[in-house]
């Protein structure tokens, strides 16, 4: 898969990993100069332009005093993306400024590449505490889906527990492992930031394609996927399960049996839902950590040759449903999600997450439940404008 260039000057490294990370959970894959970047010799040199040449659909200019002085970029790095420019118009070209000004820029790339960089896309951070690294991403997410081909079908890998090989197919990599691995649970909104706005690029240049999913398996990152695309969106998916694939489009069946079973006061501020399908009581949890909640022991037996397509679609629905009940019941006006599932039901789970009070989903850590982000979806809401998803800290 293509990558984007992140040109930049070492010192400024760390601010250029978070912008790449920004990157990564927008589906664009960054590509970023090992530690200590490149230096000026023929392994170097032609590594450089190899990959700007062929491994990259475009690079960005982490534009500060220091980058703009280093003849290895101006010489090697800009002077190839300037030649690969030339000859492949859409090649995208980006300049971030950070502790200069577009008049330096624009003087400092005339007079070394005898092209002014200003003139693509760009954002101005110079004057900024912090870099809005999100705003950046989402323009060169526009740019790489405004490129793609008119497409019934996106297939794209969306992995957060670890990085799995691309299908040969894929147009998108959300690859939300980095952050996830530096920031913990915090990081949740921020994939959440990232699938929406994939979502909206998506649907402002190429409609609402097919989604085809594949990529590591996790309770959290379902549901947070499955709320991104939920069916409000008009969004419909497939999403590679144990034994094959899973589809939005299929009938949803009613052959499982969901049990229900309702505890604490009968009104309540708060609900607490267990939901399982495994042999794992989440509902011990639920009763440890909220005494003064309402809560709803969700569980379902999947047959022993597995659940079907037509059963968790149907399954997914009435989740949905008796959580719907017991809100109305209780008046609760928050709702926690303890849940032991199969990563394509909370998918589905998550994609019928509509029209409830806020649903902060938890992360089983292997020895207790942990907050993880709490998903919006107003009452009656419809797909825009909804509140954006937030940490529960």
Not at 74 to 94: C, H, N, T, W, Y
Not at 323 to 341: C, F, Q
């Amino acid at each position: 898969m293509k990558s984007l260039f992140l040109c930049h000057h070492t010192p400024y490294l760390d601010e250029v990993r978070t912008i790449a990370e920004e990157l990564s959970v927008r589906g664009v894959v960054p590509w970023v100069a090992p530690d200590g970047g490149f230096s000026f010799g023929d392994v170097s040199e032609d590594r450089a332009r190899r990959v700007i040449r062929e491994d990259c659909f475009g690079l960005a200019l982490y534009a500060t005093p220091g980058a703009l002085k280093r003849p290895f970029i101006q010489r090697v790095e800009l002077g190839e993306a300037i030649a690969v420019k030339r000859s492949r118009p859409d090649f995208v070209l980006a300049a971030i400024l950070r502790k200069t000004s577009f008049a330096a820029v624009a003087t400092a790339s005339a007079a070394f590449l005898d092209h002014d960089l200003t003139q693509y896309i760009g954002a101005d951070f110079t004057a900024a505490d912090r870099i809005d690294a999100s705003r950046f991403a989402r323009s060169i997410l526009a740019a790489r889906v405004r490129a793609m081909p008119r497409m019934t079908v996106v297939p794209l890998q969306f992995s957060t527990r670890e990085l799995l090989p691309d299908e040969p197919s894929d147009l998108l990599r959300v690859n939300a492992v980095p952050l996830l691995d530096r920031r913990g649970l915090v990081a949740w909104p921020v994939v959440a930031a990232g699938l929406d706005d994939v979502r909206s690029e998506l649907s402002a240049h190429q409609g609402r394609p097919l989604l085809r999913v594949h990529g590591s398996r996790d309770l959290v990152g379902g549901f947070v996927f499955g709320h991104a695309f939920r069916r409000a969106s008009g969004f419909e998916f497939e999403m590679r399960v144990r034994d094959g694939w899973w589809t939005t489009l299929d009938d949803p069946g009613a052959t499982l049996k969901l049990g229900r079973a309702r505890s604490g006061p009968s009104r309540a501020s708060s609900l607490a839902v267990s939901l399982t399908t495994t042999d794992k009581k989440p509902a011990v949890a639920i009763r440890a950590e909220s005494v003064t909640a309402a809560i709803l022991d969700l569980e379902a037996r999947a047959p022993a040759r597995g659940m079907t397509n037509a059963e968790a679609l149907g399954l997914a629905r009435r989740v949905r449903e008796a959580i719907i009940d017991a809100v109305d019941d209780s008046g609760a006006t928050r709702v926690s999600l303890y849940a032991a599932i199969p990563m394509g039901l909370a998918m589905l789970v998550g994609r019928e997450l509509n029209a409830l009070p806020p649903v902060t989903v938890h992360h089983w850590d292997g020895r207790s439940y942990r907050p993880a982000i709490t998903l919006w979806s107003k009452h009656n809401a419809v797909d825009e404008g909804l509140e954006p998803a937030t940490s529960d800290r």
